[in-house]
C-alpha cells in the first residue's frame, strides 16, 4: 500500500469535539493537512458535546452543507485534581458530564445518523494510559476514561452489523494543558511523572496527532473495538 495515498484524507468528512485545546487543535491542523474537511467544535465555540440538541444542530447543518462526517472524534473532556476522599461531588458530576456523557452522546447522535441512513461511519474515542494505571488525585478522570474505553467496545460490538466501527486513541502524558502547567510549576509532580515514561519526556501533541491521523487513514480500515495507546512507555510501570 502507497503510505501517502493511504493517508490521503481529502474529502472526509471530519466532526471533532473539544477541538479548540493546544491537544485538539493539532489533531485538527495535521487531519486539514492530509485534506480532510474538519469541524471542530467546544465550549468555547458554544457547543456542549454532553447535549444533544447541540449535537444535532451541528449535524444539521453539515448535512443542509452537504458534508454530514464519516469520521466522529469524541475528544471533549477536562481533569480536575483532589484525593478521591475529598473530591467535591459538584467537580465530579461536571468530570462525568464532560468526559464521559459528552463522549456517549456525540456518538450515540452521529451513529443515529448513520444508521437510518444506511451509512458507514467510523467512531473515536480519547480515552487514557490511566485508563488502568492508578494515578494520584485524579481518580474520578480514570475512571470516566476506563468507562469510555467500555463503552467504544459496546458501540464497536453493536454497530458493527451496520458497518460502524469504534476505536480509541489511549495517550500517555501529554505536554499540555494542566499536565504541562503542574510539570513546570511542581517539583514533585515533575519527578514523578518523569520516573513514569521509559522515554522520558512528556509526550509531545503531534504523536497523538500522527495516531488519530493513522485511526483515521484506510490504514486502519479493519480495526474496531480497539484502543491504540500511544504513550511512550508509561503503561509499562506500576507507580512506585
Given amino acids: 500500500m502507497d503510505t501517502d495515498a493511504a493517508l490521503d484524507l481529502s474529502g472526509e468528512s471530519i466532526l471533532i469535539t473539544g477541538g479548540g485545546g493546544a491537544l485538539g487543535q493539532t489533531i485538527v491542523d495535521t487531519l486539514r ?25 451541528v449535524l444539521d447543518r453539515l448535512t443542509d452543507e452537504g458534508r454530514l462526517p464519516t469520521i466522529v472524534m469524541c ?28 463522549a456517549y452522546v456525540t456518538a450515540r447522535q452521529a451513529a443515529r445518523r448513520w444508521t437510518s441512513g444506511g451509512m458507514p461511519g467510523h467512531l473515536l474515542f480519547t480515552t487514557s494510559w490511566v485508563a488502568e494505571h492508578p494515578w494520584p488525585e485524579i481518580g474520578p478522570y480514570i475512571a470516566t476514561k476506563a468507562a469510555i474505553t467500555a463503552m467504544m467496545r459496546q458501540f464497536a460490538l453493536e454497530l458493527a ?3 460502524i466501527r469504534a476505536n480509541a486513541i489511549a495517550p500517555g502524558i501529554v505536554g499540555a494543558g494542566m499536565a504541562l502547567h503542574q510539570w513546570q510549576t511542581n517539583d514533585d509532580y515533575r519527578r514523578r511523572a518523569g520516573s513514569a515514561i521509559p522515554l522520558g519526556a512528556l509526550q509531545t ?12 487513514s484506510r490504514m486502519a480500515s479493519y480495526m474496531t473495538g480497539s484502543v491504540l495507546t ?11
Wanted: charged share 20%; with cysteine; glycine share 12%.
Fill in 161 to 163: 452489523p451496520h458497518g
Fill in 205 to 216: 501533541t503531534q504523536s497523538v496527532a500522527d495516531a488519530c491521523l493513522f485511526l483515521c
Fill in 33 to 57: 493537512a492530509r485534506g480532510a474537511l474538519v469541524e471542530s467544535v467546544d465550549l468555547t465555540t458554544g457547543v456542549d458535546a454532553a447535549d444533544p440538541a447541540a449535537i444535532d444542530g
Fill in 230 to 240: 500511544v504513550d511512550g512507555g508509561a503503561s509499562l510501570r506500576p507507580m512506585d
Fill in 75 to 102: 475528544h471533549a473532556g477536562a481533569v480536575g485534581t483532589h484525593p478521591l476522599i475529598d473530591y467535591p461531588l459538584d467537580g465530579f458530576d461536571a468530570l462525568v458530564r464532560s468526559n464521559l456523557r459528552s
